[in-house]
């Protein structure tokens, strides 16, 4: 069988068909390791790779910085894995602050028995996605654990952004009146990554969201949206980040459970497995707090990248709670997750 | 027994003894663990820790960044922790560019079951560790994988530094003349690790090295000294860091076996364990590359931060190769170590 030239792993893996202690002990294979596959595939980075730090250029811009550590299980998914999970992470992070994603490191825990080739494809697919977010990975670190179960790897990502806005993008900035939109269909990362944890035969496959969210977040910008507020909606879902926001900003947030953009696919999965959607993880999909008026152009600027984006609510001066209205139109306190139920979606 | 302020653990044990999987999983457990223990230790961070990206000042300078994930066992070791450790390793790695540290993130892999008072020793122990290099810890992220083994946890902190002067400290800079000093004796981080872990009674307790090596670079910058490379001697020791310069600069280096600082303990613990301790790993010692001109000076510097700071070498015009003369004045060939000898150190 022909593999394509992405997927000719550089170490030989008849003579190293799976990761060893020694890789990462400090010695020749380590150094292997790190020239052959870390620096070759991500070979955009600047010479200083192989020193202690990389040494950058002044962004001379106000700087953000990030850091997430990636254990979702498996580690390979329906539509990403692992490693472009850690590099799209990451950059949504950043892009959380307003700011462009410029340069990540990474941290790499490898158990001892990884096959050789699932790494390659791994750091194969977090090249692709630095590349299609146009940032680099300019420095990184390689640790080996002794084998203890089939986990195979952990990936640390940091990043650095550069804020070219002068707003202040902060839950502290939402104001009552402010328009709550989100910028696609909610839940399908985490029913990805449980629907094959549980070994669940859906009728439809459903592929995770992972996906860099930077350019729709700079086109507001661009467009002189004044956002309030940005938040990935990660662990905990929509229903721990509309929480968290209305208690760092102290205010009351509304939202309309059926303006919520969920598939019918999502739906049934969460049925299934008695999960509330709204707790579910997503990771190319955020929330976004605007003045009601710069709603209408910002919504337009989020359709144009993904039709499902929608206004699901806004923002009101009375005690911090999340309300959500019922499709029937009863308004329900929509809790904070307790946080049991998904482990290692990310 | 009393508790001083530091161990009075912010999360209430009686409830929560242990971690569970459920201070991962984004809802309300994960949300007090991080603004309680975290937010509450990092507390000179600012304000916008608990958006998803920091904003950090622009320093107007050039940047350097890095990453080291900290896996070592025991957590806990004479002379310090994983905490503390994970703040010193990222910092000399800044300060191997010369960089001037200034933030870091830390990411956790906590294991459920990992008791919350050793946690809680942990997080004090990075916050002093901080502290103790001016550095500051601005973004964090954490996760919990379910119960295997009894590692506790993994850290991994990221790096940014200000690169103040112009020079260009890399192994591509090494010439021909340059002479190789150290800046204290070897070995004691990968002993005092090892003699925990070998059970082994030693007559003298050895301390690791593990401490912060920023001041003492930035004073050989302050007086002109023009530095060439700055290696910190980690995993492989100081026959790794050798052989990879050598071979990074095309140029042969010719250590002496006798000038090169060991203690007697640590040689001792060496013979017994039947270990090189040129091998060893330090995490508070580095290798200076600078052109004779300035090599008294740049002694005499490290010897007033540690009197144990040695002259060891000079790097000559020969062929890519590290040549060490022995007590007794015959060279033999320093090889890079194969890498299997002393697995998580670090």
């Known amino acids: 069988m022909s593999h394509s030239a992405d997927f000719s792993c550089p170490i030989p893996i008849q003579q190293y068909p ?17 020239s052959r596959m870390f ?33 979702v299980r498996p580690v390979f998914f329906p539509g990403g894995d692992i490693g472009s999970l850690a590099v ?19 941290g790499f825990i490898l158990e001892e028995g990884l096959p050789m080739e699932a790494l390659w494809k791994i750091v194969c ?12 990975i300019v420095t990184g670190d390689t640790k080996v654990m ?37 910028n696609g269909d909610l839940g399908r990362h985490g029913m990805a990554i449980m629907s094959v944890r549980e070994g669940l035969d859906f009728q439809t496959k459903i592929e995770s969201d992972s996906a860099p ?20 909606l990660t662990r905990g879902g929509l229903a721990a980040v509309l929480n968290e926001i209305a208690e760092a900003s102290k205010l009351r947030i509304q939202v309309d459970e059926k303006s919520i ?20 993880a997503c990771e190319g999909r955020f929330a976004c707090f605007v003045p009601a008026k710069d709603a209408d152009l910002a919504l337009s600027i989020l359709q144009a990248d993904d039709p499902a984006a929608r206004k699901i609510g806004e923002v009101i001066s009375e005690s911090p709670i999340v309300l959500l209205k019922s499709a029937i139109g009863a308004n329900r306190i929509l809790d904070m997750p307790s946080g049991e139920q998904m482990p290692r979606i990310c």
């Open 213 to 232: 969210v930077a350019e729709p977040v700079l086109k507001l910008l661009k467009a002189n949206i004044e956002i309030h507020c940005l938040r990935d």
């Open 261 to 280: 953009p969920i598939r019918e696919d999502v739906h049934a999965a969460c049925e299934l497995l008695g999960l509330d959607p709204l707790h579910v």
């Open 88 to 106: 799209h992470g990451t950059v949504n992070d950043l892009a959380m602050s307003g700011a462009r994603p410029l340069w990540l490191s990474a």
């Open 18 to 34: 799976r990761v060893l202690m020694a890789h990462g002990g400090g010695g020749r294979l380590m150094h292997d390791l790190i």
């Open 125 to 136: 697919s977090m090249r692709d996605a630095a590349r299609s977010c146009g940032v680099r």
């Open 146 to 182: 002794e084998q203890r179960g089939a986990d195979g790897l952990f990936i640390n990502t940091a990043g650095i952004g550069a804020v070219e806005h002068s707003l202040t993008i902060s839950p502290m900035s939402v104001r009552a009146g402010d328009v709550i939109l989100v």
């Open 39 to 71: 620096l070759s595939a991500f070979s955009e980075t600047p010479a200083g790779t192989s020193h202690d730090s990389t040494v950058l250029p002044s962004p001379a811009a106000r700087l953000a910085f990030t850091t997430d550590t990636f254990v």
